[in-house]
Each structure stands twice: as C-alpha cells, then as structure tokens.
T-cell receptor, first 115, second 114 residues
Framework: GAGVSQSPSNKVTEKGKDVELRCDPI?????LYWYRQSLGQGLEFLIY????????KSGLPSDRFSAERTGGSVSTLTIQRTQQEDSAVYLC?????????????FGPGTRLTVT | AQSVSQHNHHVILSEAASLELGCNYS??????LFWYVQYPGQHLQLLLK??????LVKGIKGFEAEFIKSKFSFNLRKPSVQWSDTAEYFC????????????FGKGTRLHILP
C-alpha cells in the first residue's frame, strides 16, 4: 500500500520568505509526527498529532514554526520568515495509533534550503 | 527530559567484522527503546525495538540489541557485517509514563568496506 508521502521533495527559498511543507500519512494512521534532520544533529522532534487531541508542540524551535492537521489526515508544517539555520530535511512519520508501541513509518522528507 | 547519546558518529569496518554501536539514554523510569536505520537514498525504517520482557531483542537482517537497565544502555550488535549494512543508524527512546514522543540520538554513520 501507499506509504507516507511528503511534498515538495526539495524547496529552495530566500531568507525571510514563508514556506509550507506537506505530509500525507498512511491512510488510517491516527498519529503524525514532524522531525527535523540536520547534518550531525540527528532527528529533532518538532510536533506530534494524535487523533483529535491537542498537538504536542513542545519541540517547535520558535514561534516562526507552526503545524496543522486537517481532518485528521494531511498535515502542513509552516515556517514563517525563514532563516538560514532552518535549512534541513524535514521528516514526517505516521503510526497506527498514538503510543510508541506502534511503529512509525517515515516519509522521504523535504529538503529545505534557505539562501 | 529524556535524551539519547550515540558515542560513535562514524564507524568504518570491513566485511565480516563484528559490530557494536553504543547507545545510552538518560531517564530513570520505564522506557521503550528503538533502533532505526536509514540506508542510502531510502526512508528511515525500524530495525528493532524493546518494550518489555527479554532484554536481548532480535531485529531484521541479523541485528540484535541488549537492554541493560543498570547501564542505561541499548547497544546494537551484529556478529558479521555485510557491505549492504552501510547506512546511518539511530537509537531512540520513549518514556511512556511521560508522553508518546520518541527522542532520537544523533545517529552513527556506518561504512562497510567491501
């Protein structure tokens, strides 16, 4: 079946511009996670959605970052007034339910470059 | 908050060598532990996981990991590596009594020489 998809695969933007990154989770998965992968920094947790519960935003690095999940499915990560340090690969993952007992399935990521 | 340390950032081995990648976590309560792998050009995927029971867990492709609670460790091992094991390996921890977040380490790049 279809896995987690993300778009765009690559995004180059100028410093100060806003960007939107999209994640389509596996159908039926109730949990959705966003991570940021920077060279040498591993995966940094950003935000987590589980069903209709309030999202866990504790990993968002600044108020320039926000995310929403519409209809319990597609999610959009928005970065406002991008900075060069925002350059990274942004990964989305989904799992069948919202506990860590369920395997996370990762998408291919969006490589963001801020010039 | 829980954190994960992977001591080896880059490991180079020859085929058939034995592998052990270190992982330590900092959290005193109940933990779920994971190893994820990212092969070149592919998505991150689960290699193995520990939730409870036998502290020695076996995963795909001949990998295993041992949970040693007293050492807060979950090292990954493979007795004989293959060139196809070249990848980046991530250790991760979840503290289920706190929340459902999974915290990842910074990863270890493994390069196997043919």
């Amino acid at each position: 079946g279809a896995g987690v998809s993300q778009s765009p695969s690559n995004k180059v933007t100028e410093k100060g511009k806003d960007v939107e990154l999209r994640c389509d989770p596996i159908s039926g998965h109730t949990a959705l996670y966003w991570y940021r992968q920077s060279l040498g920094q591993g995966l940094e947790f950003l935000i987590y959605f589980q069903g209709n519960s309030a999202p866990d935003k504790s990993g968002l690095p600044s108020d320039r970052f926000s995310a929403e999940r519409t209809g319990g499915s597609v999610s959009t990560l928005t970065i406002q007034r991008t900075q060069q340090e925002d350059s990274a690969v942004y990964l989305c993952a989904s799992s069948a339910q919202g506990t860590a007992l369920y395997e996370q399935y990762f998408g291919p990521g969006t490589r963001l470059t801020v010039t | 908050a829980q954190s994960v340390s992977q001591h080896n950032h880059h490991v180079i081995l020859s085929e058939a060598a034995s592998l052990e990648l270190g992982c330590n976590y900092s959290y005193g309560g109940t933990v779920n532990l994971f190893w994820y792998v990212q092969y070149p050009g592919q998505h991150l995927q689960l290699l193995l996981k520990y939730f409870s029971g036998d502290p020695l867990v076996k995963g795909i492709k001949g990998f295993e990991a041992e949970f040693i609670k007293s050492k807060f460790s979950f090292n990954l091992r493979k007795p004989s590596v293959q060139w196809s094991d070249t990848a980046e390996y991530f250790c991760a921890v979840n503290a289920p009594e706190r929340d459902d977040k999974i915290i990842f380490g910074k990863g270890t790049r493994l390069h196997i020489l043919p």
